[in-house]
C-alpha cells in the first residue's frame, strides 16, 4: 500500500481534485442557480476552493507520511547496521581477550618446557561423524615456522593431550582427538608410575571418555588420579596430562581392571590448540 501511494499519490490527489469540483458545480445545477456564468463563479470561490485546498492539505499529508516513513526506514537501516557492527567489534574484543589467556598460559607452559617447539592453529572444523571424533585445524605442512607433520601430538596451553594429526595439506591438518575409537597412547599412572595403554572405545567415546588398559602387572588404580603420557614412540612427549580415573572396572572375564578416563581437555571449549613440532626425548 505505502508503495502503491509513493507511485501514484500525484495522480490520486489531481483525479480527487476534479472529481470535487464536478460535484460541487454539479450541485450548484441542481439547486437552481441558473445563471451559471455568475453563480458558478462564485461557488467556486466558496465550496469548491475549500474542497481543492482539502485535497492539497490531504496530498501534503500523504507526502508527509511517506517522507517521514522513508526516514524510520533508513534510520531503521543505519541503527541495524551500527548495532551489527558494535555486536561484531565486541565479538572480536572477547575473542582476543580469550586468545590473550590462553597465550599467557602457553607462556608459562613453555617456559617449563623449554625444549618444546609449539605451534599456534585455529580450529576450522570438526568431524560430523559419529564414528570418529577428529577435527580440522588452519595449519599444515607448508607453515613456513614449523611445518605440521603427520604424528605430531596436539595439546591446550595447559598442556593437557588433545590428539595427534593424522592427516596434514598444505594449509591445512588433520587431529584425532583423545577420545577417537582409533586412538592408542602411551600413560603413565600413580605414585608408582604405573605403564598402560589410553585407548579409544567407540561405546565411550561417545560419552566423552576412554579406556586406560594394558596395565603393567601389580597396578593399582584408584579414583580420581592423573593420568599422564609414558613417552613411547618419538611424537608424544612425556608427562602431558591425558586426564583423570572416573572409575575403575573389571574386564568381562572378571581378571584385569581397566580404568574409566576423563580427559583433561574440554572437547566442547576449543577453539585453539597447539601442536609441538619437535622436542627432546628424554632417555
Known amino acids: 500500500m505505502k508503495e502503491y501511494i509513493r507511485k501514484y499519490g500525484l495522480r490520486v490527489a489531481i483525479a ?7 460535484a460541487v458545480l454539479a ?21 469548491v476552493g475549500s474542497a481543492v485546498s482539502s485535497a492539497i492539505e490531504w496530498m501534503e499529508g500523504i507526502y508527509g507520511y511517506i517522507y517521514e516513513y522513508d526516514q524510520l526506514v533508513a534510520e531503521n537501516t543505519a541503527l541495524r547496521a551500527e ?15 580469550e586468545e590473550n589467556v590462553r597465550l599467557r598460559e602457553l607462556l608459562g607452559f613453555a617456559e617449563q618446557h623449554s625444549d618444546f617447539t609449539l605451534e599456534s592453529a585455529k580450529i576450522t572444523a570438526w568431524s560430523s561423524s559419529n564414528w570418529a571424533s577428529t577435527f580440522t585445524i588452519s595449519k599444515g605442512e607448508d607453515n613456513a615456522e614449523n611445518p605440521i607433520e603427520v604424528g605430531d601430538c596436539v595439546i591446550t596451553e595447559y598442556g593437557a593431550l588433545v590428539g595427534q594429526v ?12 583423545v577420545i577417537d575409537s582409533s586412538i592408542d597412547v602411551g600413560a603413565l599412572v600413580g605414585e608408582a608410575g604405573s605403564v598402560g595403554m589410553c585407548v579409544g572405545d567407540f561405546a565411550l567415546m561417545q ?33 602431558l596430562i591425558i586426564g583423570y580415573i572416573r572409575s575403575v572396572l573389571s574386564e568381562a572375564s572378571g ?12 572437547l566442547s571449549r576449543l577453539s585453539q590448540v597447539f601442536i609441538i613440532t619437535d622436542f627432546q626425548i628424554r632417555e
Do not use: H
Open 255 to 266: 581378571q584385569t581392571l581397566y580404568g574409566v578416563v576423563e580427559p583433561a581437555c574440554d
Open 207 to 239: 560419552e566423552g571418555l576412554l579406556k586406560l588398559t594394558y596395565l603393567s602387572e601389580n597396578a593399582q588404580l584408584v579414583e580420581g588420579e592423573a593420568v599422564l603420557t609414558s613417552g613411547r614412540g618419538t611424537y608424544i612427549p612425556q608427562g
Open 27 to 47: 450541485a450548484a445545477l441542481m439547486n437552481g442557480r441558473a445563471a451559471i456564468l455568475t453563480d458558478a463563479a462564485g461557488g467556486i470561490s466558496g465550496p
Open 166 to 177: 593424522i592427516e596434514v595439506g598444505s594449509t591445512w591438518s588433520t587431529v584425532r582427538t
Open 83 to 97: 548495532l551489527a557492527e558494535l555486536r561484531q567489534s565486541a565479538i572480536s574484543a572477547a575473542e582476543f581477550e
Open 16 to 22: 480527487a481534485g476534479i472529481v470535487i469540483l464536478i
